[in-house]
């Protein structure tokens, strides 16, 4: 069964610095990977995805993740944060068969400080 | 463009009480999944439904059934409810075809048991 982890519960950091937010998976398949963004009290919105093709992927609000196959990561990260940013970052990976759940990490919660 | 909804948005409950919640799926869409999250926790996968059968089936307890009609939507159905099963329920829908392992998710019914 696949499975991910996220190492970091919080990440705080000051509003237009860089941030990375680090996700391992573990699969003996080939998986498909993403990361969703969690604002209060709302749904869970795709910031990006990873299918295939180049491993550096760009997503909304100016977020990339890079899938490195050899170290399983699919780490998030942005050059420089809003306050607007503030919410919890969920990676997921579903299997490359049709219909398959997603399965979460236990997510980040970004914090940015003005 | 249309998206998942679901209902209700919030439901409040007692103990040993029922409830159901509602799900509509995004048009043409086949698959239905559901997601339970509890407090500052990652959404668990449930259960999901293809073309009105079940298709995968998680961490849902046996207090707990699902279904979906034929028009796609799904209905979650919980029985005597429990003060742990205060959480945020998620329906998400993908479409077999075109597979790309997204899945798109509602606002989600937030349950408060009493």
């Known amino acids: 069964a696949q499975s991910v982890t996220q190492l970091d519960s919080q990440v705080p950091v000051f509003e237009e610095a860089p941030v990375e937010l680090r996700c391992n998976y573990s699969?003996?398949?080939?998986?498909?990977l993403f990361w969703y963004v969690q604002y209060p009290n709302q749904g869970l919105q795709l910031l990006l995805k990873?299918?295939?093709?180049?491993?550096l992927v760009k997503g909304i609000n100016g977020f990339e993740a890079e899938f490195n196959k050899s170290q399983t990561s699919f780490h998030l990260r942005k050059p420089s944060v809003h306050i607007s940013d503030t919410a919890e970052y969920f990676c997921?990976?579903?299997?490359?068969?049709?219909?398959?759940?997603?399965?979460f990490g236990t997510g980040t919660r970004l914090a940015v400080r003005p | 463009a249309a998206g998942v909804i679901q209902s209700p948005r919030h439901l409040i409950k007692e103990k040993r009480e029922t409830a159901t919640l509602k799900c509509y799926p995004i048009p043409r869409h086949d698959t239905v999944y559901w997601y339970q999250q509890g407090p500052g926790q990652d959404p668990q996968f449930l259960i999901s439904f293809y073309e009105k059968m079940q298709s995968d089936k998680g961490s849902i307890p046996d207090r707990f059934s699902a279904q979906q009609f034929s028009d796609y939507h799904s209905e979650l159905n919980m029985s005597s409810l429990e003060l742990g099963d205060s959480a945020l329920y998620f329906c998400?829908?993908?479409?077999?075809?075109?597979?790309?392992?997204?899945?798109?998710f509602g606002e989600g019914s937030r349950l408060t048991v009493l």
């Open positions: 699969s003996s398949v080939s998986v498909y």
């Open positions: 990873y299918l295939s093709g180049s491993t």
């Open positions: 998400a829908s993908s479409h077999d075809r075109g597979w790309t392992g997204e899945l798109f």
């Open positions: 997921a990976v579903s299997l490359r068969s049709s219909g398959d759940k997603l399965t």
